[in-house]
Nanobody
Framework: EVQLVESGGGLVQAGGSLRLSCAAS????????IGWFRQAPGKEREGVSC????????YYADSVKGRFTISSDNAKNTVYLQMNSLKPEDTAVYYC???????????WGKGTLVTVSS
């Protein structure tokens, strides 16, 4: 059974940092892409970042480029999202997801809430 468990969310002031973790199990980690998505209250879910565990290719939404960094520890089956220079508009529930490529995700975690205060 595929499982994705997010952690690391919380309350932070604008300009601060958080690191989210996504612990994965139930599939061959090296063969999958892991993505981070977020959904703010009243808004649609949007893609934030994605990493291919096989070759380390990374992708970022324009809104987070230069502030967020995605990384993968294949030995721990864990993907991280380092979030720096956080802004109130980054407030959302952050989900990690997995599939064979970054173009479509069929496996989802339950999410972790990030709140950035102004």
């Amino acid at each position: 059974e595929v499982q994705l468990v997010e952690s690391g969310g919380g309350l932070v002031q604008a300009g601060g940092s958080l690191r989210l973790s996504c612990a994965a199990s139930g599939f061959t980690f090296d063969d999958y892409a892991i993505g981070w998505f977020r959904q703010a209250p009243g808004k649609e879910r949007e893609g934030v970042s994605c990493i291919s565990s096989s070759d380390g290719s990374t992708y970022y939404a324009d809104s987070v480029k230069g502030r967020f960094t995605i990384s993968s520890d294949n030995a721990k089956n864990t993907v991280y999202l380092q979030m720096n220079s956080l802004k109130p508009e980054d407030t959302a529930v952050y989900y990690c997801a997995a599939d064979s490529t970054c173009l479509g995700m069929n496996y989802w975690g339950k999410g972790t809430l990030v709140t950035v205060s102004s």
